[in-house]
């Protein structure tokens, strides 16, 4: 069983930059994809970036790409996402989530995910 705690959130001003970590406990990461997703007031909760902790494969949302970047630690069993260049619709409450086994094509699709941290928010000010 895999328990993820996300830190990293607050509030930076637009063009900004803030890191988030998710640490992951209870269970070898090997086999599973981990992933970030948002969701803003009054939103439906989406995909932001993905990262296979076996081969490192990464996707991105269009709207984060170029300026957000997904990595991970081993031997700390974290991944982080460092964002730049942040905009006032990056504000939303950002969740870290677990997948196993997850292919390619899957990725960016939340019904895959079966652990999620409790989430972080993200203000950005303009």
């Known amino acids: 069983q895999v328990q993820l705690v996300e830190s990293g959130g ?3 001003q637009t063009g900004g930059s803030l890191t988030l970590s998710c640490a992951a406990t209870g269970s070898t990461l090997r086999d599973y994809t981990l992933g970030w997703f948002r969701q803003a007031p009054g939103e439906d909760r989406e995909f932001v970036t993905a990262i296979r902790w076996r081969d490192r494969y990464t996707s991105y949302a269009d709207s984060v790409k170029g300026r957000f970047t997904i990595s991970k630690d081993n031997a ?3 991944v982080y996402l460092q964002m730049n260049s942040l905009k006032p619709e990056d504000t939303a409450v950002y969740y870290c989530a677990a997948a196993p086994r997850l292919i390619v094509s899957s ?3 939340e019904r ?3 652990h ?3 989430g972080t ?4 000010s303009s």
Do not use: A, E, F, R
């Open 121 to 124: 928010q993200v203000t950005v």
């Open 107 to 109: 990725l960016p699709y």
């Open 112 to 114: 895959h995910y079966t």
């Open 116 to 118: 999620w941290g409790q």
């Open 76 to 78: 700390k069993n974290t």
């Open 10 to 12: 607050g509030l930076v």
